[in-house]
């Protein structure tokens, strides 16, 4: 489990794990000090028996591991009171894991020789590491590209200028275009994620929307106003530019709407005469 962070620049982490390793009170024999195992009796230490079924159209032999040894050949007459005849044992360790920087949720990471061991002196097979990264609350991963959201002001989206950006090596300067639209997007080189095993990082790309205050004091609404007039705005439809509307048109109005529902009436109640 690793936050947002951690997965960007690496982190090392303790990883208590328990694997399986030969007894040490049978040096992996699974037979109990002073005894040795023997040759199983029903396989003559083959580990594989022969089986012979009768059947209508005669009868099929096939091979099949010994029941009695489980494939091994030999048998433990008295088992280990440690590892009850298993030979294996389970061995809690604990593991210094360094994590690289740029894993992403789902990446796998092979500790060698880390797994379980064999039996009959197989060696140790490997550990795969499964990391899952928590969300940030700010920053969307898309692989080695950070994507962030950020809101501007009126006045910073007109006239332009320069502010602060949280990426996740810290606050970085970001200017802003006169002019910038919702909508816009400025790419931050280099402040991303990561390649694995590699020096270079992605991009943050930075999602601009213009925030319009809800809440204006008289003084603000007062600028607005006037700012409306310099640019030659209209914030409201003149008396003279609406339109107006005659009793014989309302009527026509009226007559067609009446017409309409009367159709659509004829329609689901059916037509006269079979039509």
């Given at each position: 489990?690793?936050?947002?962070?951690?997965?960007?620049?690496?982190?090392?982490?303790?990883?208590?794990?328990?694997?399986?390793?030969?007894?040490?009170?049978?040096?992996?024999?699974?037979?109990a000090p002073g005894s040795k195992p023997v040759t199983c009796a029903?396989?003559?230490?083959?580990?594989?028996?022969?089986?012979?079924?009768?059947?209508?159209?005669?009868?099929?032999?096939?091979?099949?591991?010994?029941?009695?040894?489980?494939?091994?050949?030999?048998?433990?007459?008295?088992?280990?009171?440690?590892?009850?005849?298993?030979?294996?044992?389970?061995?809690?360790?604990?593991?210094?894991?360094?994590?690289?920087?740029?894993?992403?949720?789902?990446?796998?990471?092979?500790?060698?020789?880390?797994?379980?061991?064999?039996?009959?002196?197989?060696?140790?097979?490997?550990?795969?590491?499964?990391?899952?990264?928590?969300?940030?609350?700010?920053?969307?991963?898309?692989g080695t590209t950070i994507h962030l959201k950020q809101s501007i002001?009126?006045?910073?989206?007109?006239?332009?200028?320069?502010?602060?950006?949280?990426?996740?090596?810290?606050?970085?300067?970001?200017?802003?275009?006169?002019?910038?639209?919702?909508?816009?997007?400025?790419?931050?080189?280099?402040?991303?994620?990561?390649?694995?095993?590699?020096?270079?990082?992605?991009?943050?790309?930075?999602?601009?929307?213009?925030?319009?205050?809800?809440?204006?004091?008289?003084?603000?609404?007062?600028?607005?106003?006037?700012?409306?007039?310099?640019?030659?705005?209209?914030?409201?439809?003149?008396?003279?530019?609406?339109?107006?509307?005659?009793?014989?048109?309302?009527?026509?109005?009226?007559?067609?709407?009446?017409?309409?529902?009367?159709?659509?009436?004829?329609?689901?109640?059916?037509?006269?005469?079979?039509?």
């Amino acid at each position: 489990e690793l936050d947002f962070h951690e997965a960007v620049f690496g982190v090392e982490k303790k990883l208590a794990i328990k694997h399986l390793r030969p007894c040490t009170t049978c040096s992996g024999s699974g037979a109990a000090p002073g005894s040795k195992p023997v040759t199983c009796a029903g396989c003559g230490g083959h580990g594989q028996v022969r089986q012979t079924t009768s059947t209508f159209f005669g009868q099929f032999s096939q091979v099949a591991i010994c029941p009695q040894c489980s494939g091994e050949g030999t048998k433990v007459d008295k088992a280990c009171d440690a590892c009850q005849g298993k030979a294996l044992i389970r061995q809690a360790r604990t593991l210094e894991l360094k994590i690289p920087g740029g894993v992403d949720n789902g990446s796998r990471i092979r500790v060698p020789q880390e797994g379980d061991s064999g039996r009959k002196g197989v060696g140790p097979g490997d550990l795969y590491v499964i990391c899952h990264v928590r969300e940030h609350e700010k920053f969307i991963r898309e692989g080695t590209t950070i994507h962030l959201k950020q809101s501007i002001s009126p006045s910073m989206a007109a006239l332009g200028g320069e502010m602060w950006i949280e990426t996740v090596g810290g606050k970085r300067a970001l200017k802003i275009a006169a002019g910038t639209q919702t909508g816009t997007i400025q790419v931050m080189k280099h402040e991303g994620v990561p390649f694995l095993n590699s020096e270079r990082r992605g991009d943050q790309q930075v999602h601009i929307f213009v925030e319009v205050p809800t809440k204006l004091s008289d003084e603000e609404k007062q600028l607005f106003k006037q700012l409306s007039e310099l640019r030659g705005e209209k914030l409201a439809i003149p008396e003279s530019e609406r339109p107006t509307s005659s009793s014989k048109d309302d009527k026509d109005d009226k007559k067609d709407h009446q017409s309409i529902f009367d159709a659509i009436a004829g329609v689901f109640k059916g037509k006269p005469n079979g039509e």
